[in-house]
């Protein structure tokens, strides 16, 4: 999987997230300080909890991103950063949700917080940081922002149940798997790249600009994310590798495995994804067949596809330290595992 990985980078120096972390840290502190002061409460769990999560070694990609394409706009202004805070509790309530819904063990590569606090309240507080998102964009007093922000809320919960509806469903095709991840990933990704062209009153044409890197930059990120659930580690990805197989998550390096397989291989997908009964020995023959068919290398090439479209999006703008960040930061959405 390295080696593959490795070769999106088309054989150049490693990718890195470092140049866009350079470029907003100062601004990214002070999303930071409105992050820990709104997620404070007088119950006590709240902020243990949130904080399990929020401050468990996330790279903050998503408000980074708003700071970034602010920063490429020209935008002098602050309104950006009580959004980015908005942008990264929208993201972090998802992950508390899916954690519930997926029963995952791991988060970040800790102990996933409904393991410690329970399925209740750690849905509970997803909640809570929902609706702190929705007090700072009702603060920044943009209807825009908030029709951004609020829509692309919707639309993640929609992906989400879209996504438990294909579980372990072998017939899910291709288009409905893409119209899931652009929905619960890539949707959150475009809002944040969007609401920076917003807030600096950029024409129509940059806007859109924005939200496409955006949301080509998600779904690159997930496919990423699907293929190497079947071939990094827990430390690389923050979770267990496998969960995607063992919970009947129907991503395209099984769409594409089952499709090219012969009879045999049919029936183990089948068994395997529809009844659910699986151990590593399965775990290791679904890597085998996938490598057989092809079917990590091509999600990685359609990766590398969405990847270029994003680059192409921004294209146009001029150069400087925010576009040579944001050409690096597909590179490393690509490349991140290797």
Same mark, same amino acid.
């Given at each position: 999987?390295?080696?593959?990985?490795?070769?999106?980078?088309?054989?150049?120096?490693?990718?890195?997230?470092?140049?866009?972390?350079?470029?907003?840290?100062?601004?990214?502190?002070?999303?930071?300080?409105?992050?820990?002061?709104?997620?404070?409460?007088?119950?006590?769990?709240?902020?243990?909890?949130?904080?399990?999560?929020?401050?468990?070694?996330?790279?903050?990609?998503?408000?980074?991103?708003?700071?970034?394409?602010?920063?490429?706009?020209?935008?002098?202004?602050?309104?950006?950063?009580?959004?980015?805070?908005?942008?990264?509790?929208?993201?972090?309530?998802?992950?508390?949700?899916?954690?519930?819904?997926?029963? $995952?063990? %791991?988060?970040?590569?800790?102990?996933? *917080?409904?393991?410690?606090?329970?399925?209740? @309240?750690?849905? /509970? #507080?997803? !909640?809570?940081?929902?609706?702190?998102?929705?007090?700072?964009?009702?603060?920044?007093?943009?209807?825009?922002?908030?029709?951004?922000?609020?829509?692309?809320?919707?639309?993640?919960?929609?992906?989400?149940?879209?996504?438990?509806?294909?579980?372990?469903?072998?017939?899910?095709?291709?288009?409905?798997?893409?119209?899931?991840?652009?929905?619960?990933?890539?949707?959150?990704?475009?809002?944040?790249?969007?609401?920076?062209?917003?807030?600096?009153?950029? $024409?129509? %044409?940059?806007?859109?600009?924005?939200? *496409?890197?955006?949301?080509?930059?998600?779904? @690159?990120?997930? /496919? #990423?994310? !699907?293929?190497?659930?079947?071939?990094?580690?827990?430390?690389?990805?923050?979770?267990?590798?496998?969960?995607?197989?063992?919970?009947?998550?129907?991503?395209?390096?099984?769409?594409?495995?089952?499709?090219?397989?012969?009879?045999?291989?049919?029936?183990?997908?089948?068994?395997?994804?529809?009844?659910?009964?699986?151990?590593?020995?399965?775990?290791?023959?679904?890597?085998?067949?996938?490598?057989?068919?092809?079917?990590?290398?091509?999600?990685?090439?359609?990766?590398?596809?969405?990847?270029?479209?994003?680059?192409?999006?921004?294209?146009?703008?001029? @150069?400087?330290?925010?576009?040579?960040?944001?050409?690096?930061?597909?590179?490393?959405?690509?490349?991140?595992?290797?």
């Amino acid at each position: 999987m390295s080696a593959t990985i490795h070769q999106l980078s088309g054989g150049q120096r490693p990718a890195s997230i470092e140049p866009l972390m350079q470029l907003v840290a100062p601004e990214l502190n002070g999303v930071n300080e409105i992050i820990l002061a709104r997620m404070q409460s007088d119950v006590a769990v709240i902020p243990a909890l949130a904080g399990h999560l929020i401050s468990g070694g996330g790279k903050r990609l998503r408000p980074m991103l708003t700071l970034a394409c602010a920063r490429l706009v020209g935008y002098e202004g602050a309104r950006h950063h009580k959004l980015s805070a908005s942008v990264e509790f929208i993201h972090t309530a998802t992950l508390l949700h899916d954690d519930v819904v997926d029963g $995952s063990g %791991q988060r970040r590569g800790k102990k996933a *917080a409904n393991l410690i606090w329970g399925n209740e @309240a750690t849905v /509970l #507080v997803g !909640d809570f940081l929902f609706s702190r998102a929705f007090e700072l964009m009702v603060e920044d007093g943009s209807l825009r922002v908030l029709k951004i922000l609020s829509s692309a809320s919707a639309v993640i919960a929609q992906g989400e149940v879209d996504q438990l509806q294909t579980q372990r469903r072998i017939d899910t095709t291709e288009d409905r798997y893409l119209r899931v991840i652009t929905a619960k990933t890539a949707i959150l990704f475009s809002a944040a790249c969007q609401i920076a062209g917003v807030v600096a009153e950029s $024409s129509e %044409q940059v806007i859109e600009s924005l939200e *496409a890197y955006g949301r080509y930059l998600g779904i @690159a990120f997930q /496919l #990423v994310d !699907d293929a190497i659930d079947y071939g990094g580690d827990a430390e690389t990805m923050g979770k267990d590798a496998g969960d995607d197989f063992r919970e009947g998550k129907l991503t395209l390096p099984v769409i594409l495995a089952y499709k090219r397989g012969n009879d045999e291989a049919r029936a183990f997908w089948r068994k395997a994804i529809e009844d659910g009964k699986t151990d590593d020995a399965d775990f290791a023959e679904a890597c085998r067949l996938m490598a057989g068919a092809g079917a990590i290398d091509d999600t990685l090439e359609r990766a590398r596809h969405y990847g270029r479209l994003a680059q192409d999006a921004i294209a146009d703008f001029p @150069a400087g330290a925010a576009k040579d960040a944001l050409l690096e930061t597909v590179r490393f959405a690509i490349a991140r595992a290797y």
